[in-house]
Nanobody
């Protein structure tokens, strides 16, 4: 079992910045890649960014150049630095990972990000 707890959401004006964090606990040895997803009202959940244990990253085209995902393997945390925020970034952001041993998927509880215009 892996537990994921997000923090750092909030309300910000367009052009502003927020930093999200996700703390993982439990069977940490069984996971490699971790990711951030988001879901806006009335839309499907979408992948925002991924990071492997070795630090390789990938981003959705919509956030490239504005968002940065990072990872601390000692503290078992990942972060998402979000700059130049746009109203269309408004969504609930979720931390995600999958066990390489059982293939079970794990989601955090989500944190709301609201960007006002």
């Amino acid at each position: 079992q892996v537990q994921l707890v997000e923090s750092g959401g909030g309300l910000v004006q367009a052009g502003g910045s927020l930093r999200l964090s996700c703390a993982a606990s439990g069977s940490i040895f069984s996971i490699n890649a971790m990711a951030w997803y988001r879901q806006a009202p009335g839309k499907q959940r979408e992948l925002v960014a991924t990071i492997t244990r070795s630090g390789s990253t990938n981003y959705a085209d919509s956030v490239k150049g504005r968002f940065t995902i990072s990872r601390d393997n000692v503290k078992n945390t990942i972060s998402l630095q979000m700059n130049s925020l746009k109203p269309e970034d408004t969504a609930v952001y979720y931390c995600y990972t999958r066990s390489l041993r059982t293939w079970d998927e794990y989601w955090g509880q989500g944190t709301q990000v609201t960007v006002s215009s």
